[in-house]
């Protein structure tokens, strides 16, 4: 039947194209999907019925010898999803869904400090190699980030917000010796200040305060056991929670994920010395997209 299909059938087309040098490009991305599925923090699982529109985002921009980074992005879409807007709804209706136009500007600045830097192990088969294709290096760094967000809307409405964060991330041992041997570990603090609100769902911002923490430790020979979660502190909920099992080996690493606040799983496999583009994203190949602080990442 039609409604069934219009509820199982998702699609996606996106064209990509670089403009300006090689080295540091940016990247205009036109896209259509049909029912794209996003994570959007507190408010769970959100559908996007339609999108079609363009983005332009920067590639990493370093501030000179200040070693500030800076990223930044502008779209403009046509977005039908649902809203919990009854002004914006007509009284007879199907659905909860509107179609309104957004224009969106998203600009970060970050900056890393490190507080303390070891010494790695030789690159040899039996030393700093004998798990990883690169030798550990231990560290501890302090993480520091701003981003400023816009967005307005067809319907008047507009959503703005600057979020500051501050963390710790760091990694002892060398994951060299059989047992206990490496330990990475993260933690930061996020806080955000909005004014107004998304007419949409999807990309609300609802997790004003959070906290993100993650260990992952060596617990025999290549293998690696870990956790990533998040948190709103002001409802004390969880947000999200990632638990992976990895097995390392000098070319190449397996890793197995679950996360069972969205009850989603996957299985990656990393090949070295390879000219590979993609990353090991939070929801990488379930159609899954996370929407952090308003922006679809």
């Given at each position: 039947?039609?409604?069934?299909?219009?509820?199982?059938?998702?699609?996606?087309?996106?064209?990509r194209h670089l403009i300006g040098p090689l080295n540091k490009p940016?990247?205009?991305?036109?896209?259509?999907?049909?029912?794209?599925?996003?994570?959007?923090?507190?408010?769970?699982?959100?559908?996007?019925?339609?999108?079609?529109?363009?983005?332009?985002?920067?590639?990493?921009?370093?501030?000179?010898?200040?070693?500030?980074?800076?990223?930044?992005?502008?779209?403009?879409?046509?977005?039908?999803?649902n809203t919990d807007r009854l002004d914006l709804l007509p009284e007879?209706?199907?659905?909860?869904?509107?179609?309104?136009?957004?224009?969106?500007?998203?600009?970060s600045l970050g900056r890393n400090f490190t507080l303390w830097r070891?010494?790695?192990?030789?690159?040899?088969?039996?030393?700093?190699?004998?798990?990883?294709?690169?030798?550990?290096?231990?560290?501890?760094?302090?993480?520091?980030?701003?981003?400023?967000?816009?967005?307005?809307?067809?319907?008047?409405?507009?959503?703005?917000?600057?979020?500051?964060?501050?963390?710790?991330?760091?990694?002892?041992?060398?994951?060299?010796?059989?047992?206990?041997?490496?330990?990475?570990?993260?933690?930061?603090?996020?806080?955000?200040?909005?004014?107004?609100?998304?007419?949409?769902?999807?990309?609300?911002?609802?997790?004003?305060?959070?906290?993100?923490?993650?260990?992952?430790?060596?617990?025999?020979?290549?293998?690696?056991?870990?956790?990533?979660?998040?948190?709103?502190?002001?409802?004390?909920?969880?947000?999200?929670?990632?638990?992976?099992?990895?097995?390392?080996?000098?070319?190449?690493?397996?890793?197995?994920?679950?996360?069972?606040?969205?009850?989603?799983?996957?299985?990656?496999?990393?090949?070295?010395?390879?000219?590979?583009?993609?990353?090991?994203?939070?929801?990488?190949?379930?159609?899954?997209?996370?929407?952090?602080?308003?922006?679809?990442?």
């Amino acid at each position: 039947q039609l409604e069934d299909f219009e509820d199982n059938f998702r699609s996606s087309v996106r064209l990509r194209h670089l403009i300006g040098p090689l080295n540091k490009p940016h990247t205009l991305t036109a896209e259509y999907s049909f029912r794209d599925r996003l994570f959007n923090g507190s408010l769970g699982f959100q559908t996007v019925q339609t999108s079609f529109g363009a983005v332009l985002t920067s590639s990493n921009i370093v501030l000179g010898d200040t070693g500030i980074n800076l990223r930044y992005q502008g779209g403009i879409q046509v977005i039908n999803a649902n809203t919990d807007r009854l002004d914006l709804l007509p009284e007879e209706r199907e659905n909860n869904r509107i179609t309104l136009t957004r224009y969106q500007g998203v600009a970060s600045l970050g900056r890393n400090f490190t507080l303390w830097r070891g010494e790695g192990l030789p690159p040899t088969p039996t030393e700093g190699l004998r798990y990883t294709s690169r030798p550990v290096v231990p560290f501890l760094q302090l993480t520091t980030g701003v981003t400023g967000l816009a967005s307005l809307y067809s319907s008047d409405d507009t959503q703005e917000a600057l979020t500051g964060n501050i963390g710790l991330r760091g990694q002892i041992g060398h994951f060299s010796r059989p047992f206990l041997d490496y330990t990475g570990f993260n933690v930061t603090y996020s806080q955000s200040a909005v004014g107004g609100l998304s007419p949409f769902l999807f990309d609300r911002i609802v997790d004003r305060r959070r906290l993100s923490f993650g260990i992952t430790q060596q617990i025999y020979g290549p293998f690696r056991l870990g956790f990533q979660t998040s948190l709103n502190l002001d409802s004390n909920e969880e947000i999200s929670t990632n638990y992976t099992l990895e097995y390392s080996r000098r070319t190449y690493n397996i890793q197995l994920r679950y996360n069972p606040v969205v009850g989603l799983g996957s299985f990656l496999i990393r090949i070295g010395d390879f000219n590979w583009l993609g990353t090991g994203e939070p929801f990488g190949g379930s159609g899954v997209s996370p929407v952090v602080d308003g922006v679809t990442q």
